[in-house]
């Protein structure tokens, strides 16, 4: 038995004998329907500084409705099937919004998840992409999908652990930056089945240069609720606030960027 399926007997293990604890991953399991719908919003605020100020304003805002399908493990690597049945995305600039091309909305993507629990694409099925489009969007959703590092030690009430992911913010007057978010969770409590945690971020860019500057005040939080049986996150809530300068041609930009993202997500077997 390898790492990844090791790992999940385990987590059955503790929950059948008590819920006292759990391994804080997510880990797909065969024959199971995930339904997820995510709402984003992103607020840029840019203002200029020195004897001729101004503010800049900028608005992104996603919804993504989407179905993931698994099948039966098959020689330890799980296949699945993922819908992205509705995508809305527009951007404001100074009060003018513009709707904004989804590539994946209606797409299909066929895949697996390894031995490790990592994902891979297939393919993807879309009409409206051509060849090149779908490689190139394989190849970023492949690269840039989250890998969960943290130590496979079980949470009791009041334990942290630590996760980093990359996340990719427009700041005004520096084109999108990729920044490092280090968010810790907290274990509040268990209660029927759910893991309850509460979150707190910290940023920082992944490549520092010396025209942008992360103020200390920058800073997010948030709620989980992570499902012991299923092992997977069915609702996540956060907010964050980024204080940035940015220095460019002899001009200084204080930048604020506000976040808040919702994912929830509930489960059902497929096994009937």
Partial sequence: MNYYFTLLFLVALQYVNAQESFVFKHLPQPQIKYETTGIYQTKAEGKLEGPSPFTMNLEGNNK???TTSTGAEIKQIIP?????????????FNEQITPLKAPLSGS???GYYDENGKTKIDSIVNNTLDSLEKQYLKTEMEQNQFEDKT???PMNVGDSVEKTEIVAFPVLGAD????LVKTKYTLQKIENGIGYLDATQTFKLKNPNEQIEVLPSSNG???VEFNIKH????KKVTSANLHLKVK???YVMSCIISSNKSDITTASSLIR
């Fill in 176 to 179: 999108e930056q990729v920044f």
């Fill in 248 to 250: 460019q041609d002899g």
């Fill in 221 to 223: 939080s948030g709620k």
């Fill in 64 to 66: 993504v409705q989407s």
């Fill in 151 to 153: 130590p496979n030690k």
């Fill in 108 to 110: 299909t993507i066929y």
């Fill in 80 to 92: 699945y099937k993922t819908e992205i049945l509705f995508v809305e995305a527009s951007m404001k």
């Fill in 231 to 234: 092992t997977y996150v069915s």
